[in-house]
């Protein structure tokens, strides 16, 4: 499965790729002008991203959530019914929410941060399909 993938040890949190997804998240995929509505977050010490990991997959009530071939997990806004489940299971906070939808997002590993990073470090992955946490 494909996987967005850091090198904190490489990143300088200068947020180059956090305003390209700002960018093409925000305004081209989530038609906002908001850049906190961004998918990917960098703060001064860490980033916080979707990692495809799939537990959210397994605690979703409405079965919204699914992986795609590639492995990467996508919500189905027709089916969504937007109780949160998923936002409040995320260990990593990669979830979001805008207060004008039902529905919340996430990272689906476009690339677009990954093309803007001057220090190479995000990239997209293969790693193997994680299996879920038992709740």
């Given at each position: 499965?494909?996987?967005?993938?850091?090198?904190?040890?490489?990143?300088?949190?200068?947020?180059?790729?956090?305003?390209?997804?700002?960018?093409?998240?925000?305004?081209?995929?989530?038609?906002?002008?908001?850049?906190?509505?961004?998918?990917?977050?960098?703060?001064?010490?860490?980033?916080?991203?979707?990692?495809?990991?799939?537990?959210?997959?397994?605690?979703?009530?409405?079965?919204?959530?699914?992986?795609?071939?590639?492995?990467?997990?996508?919500?189905?806004?027709?089916?969504?019914?937007?109780?949160?489940?998923?936002?409040?299971?995320?260990?990593?906070?990669?979830?979001?929410?805008?207060?004008?939808?039902?529905?919340?997002?996430?990272?689906?590993?476009?690339?677009?941060?990954?093309?803007?990073?001057?220090?190479?470090?995000?990239?997209?992955?293969?790693?193997?399909?994680?299996?879920?946490?038992i709740i």
């Amino acid at each position: 499965m494909k996987s967005l993938k850091i090198d904190n040890n490489k990143c300088d949190y200068g947020r180059k790729c956090n305003h390209e997804c700002e960018l093409t998240c925000a305004s081209k995929v989530f038609k906002c002008d908001d850049p906190a509505r961004a998918a990917l977050h960098i703060n001064s010490d860490q980033t916080i991203i979707c990692d495809q990991c799939g537990d959210c997959v397994v605690v979703c009530p409405a079965d919204a959530l699914s992986r795609n071939k590639q492995g990467i997990v996508l919500l189905d806004k027709k089916i969504c019914v937007g109780c949160y489940t998923c936002v409040g299971f995320c260990e990593k906070n990669a979830f979001e929410r805008n207060p004008e939808w039902v529905v919340p997002y996430k990272c689906i590993a476009c690339g677009i941060c990954v093309k803007a990073c001057p220090n190479s470090a995000l990239e997209i992955v293969e790693v193997p399909t994680p299996s879920p946490r038992i709740i």
